[in-house]
């Protein structure tokens, strides 16, 4: 019997373009081509403004391209992404409501009963090791704590793709160490298709399956695609010390730096001419 499970998200060939003030297009990602599989942990990496958190958009069905197809499931995506759920890299979190009510508005407006709501936000709070801060509001919790909160309103609604858009970059190191950690613990339990942008390529490596290297834009392109076979589960602080970990940083390094000093250039350009 075949038991194959439908690609999560497969990109073909996705080109997008925006058109400027002047009427000018501006091309911003091109024949872009991405396949994350069921259950499979895909990081993008790539220099400044190359399009990463673009194609994350694709894959929501918050962007349409203006060439190539994107698929869920092995079904044409028309709209919105209704199997994912994006966790961005600004707090989404509604200030006038507690951890809990924050959390439970996912399933609320989904039409569950709040008594029902409340106690599987609960569940989720405890989950994300915040069980005791479910009557706080977000200006009550620090950045890591916001974070959580974030990730158990994203978890609670069960998405089949988790769409990441450098979601613990404003964190620092310690804390961003610790949600990873949570994170892959999370994600180990049901393991869920997750497409995860960053710009720390040794966050990326200790994070993810696949690692996809992007181009400097304009018309950035998919240039490198490695896969990372340290073991699971991982401990962030200890997988960094393994002597394949840097092996495998040195060698997408390699490409990598070339695109983001390409991107530095593009940048400084820009700001001399404004």
């Known amino acids: ?64 391209p203006a060439a190539g197809s994107v698929r869920i499931f092995d079904q044409p995506l028309t709209g919105l992404n209704r199997d994912a759920g994006y966790l961005f890299q600004a707090d989404a979190l509604f200030p006038w409501k507690t951890a809990i009510d924050n959390v439970a508005i996912g399933l609320e407006i989904k039409g569950a009963p709040r008594a029902m709501a409340l106690e599987r936000a609960q569940g ?62 999370l994600w180990n339990a049901d393991r869920k298709a997750v497409l995860f942008v960053t710009h720390d390529l040794e966050e990326a490596i200790a994070l993810a399956d696949r690692v996809v290297i992007m181009s400097a834009g304009p018309g950035a392109r998919i240039i490198g695609d490695w896969k990372v076979t340290l073991p699971r589960p991982r401990d962030i602080s200890e997988v960094r010390m393994e002597k394949q970990f840097h092996e495998l940083h040195r060698e997408i390094w390699s490409v990598l730096k070339d695109e983001v000093m390409k991107g530095y250039a593009q940048s400084s350009q820009v700001a001399e001419a404004s």
């Not at 925006?18 to 220099?47: C, M, N, W």
């Not at 801060?133 to 620090?142: A, I, N, Q, T, V």
């Not at 970059?169 to 950690?181: E, K, S, V, Y």
């Open 1 to 64: 019997m075949d038991t194959a499970q439908p690609t999560a998200v497969a990109l073909d060939d996705a080109t997008v373009a925006f058109r400027l003030a002047d009427q000018r297009v501006y091309t911003a990602v091109e024949k872009a081509r991405l396949s994350v599989a069921h259950g499979e942990f895909v990081a993008i990496v790539g220099p400044t403004g190359c399009g990463k958190s673009t194609l994350l958009n694709v894959a929501a069905g918050l962007l349409k």
């Open 124 to 185: 989720w709070l405890t989950s994300v090791g915040l069980g005791a801060f479910s009557g706080r509001y977000p200006h009550m919790l620090s950045g890591g704590q916001r974070k959580r909160v974030g990730l158990a309103q994203v978890l609670i609604r069960d998405p089949k793709i988790l769409l990441m858009d450098e979601p613990f970059g404003p964190l620092d190191a310690q804390t961003r160490q610790i949600m990873g950690n949570l994170l892959l613990e």
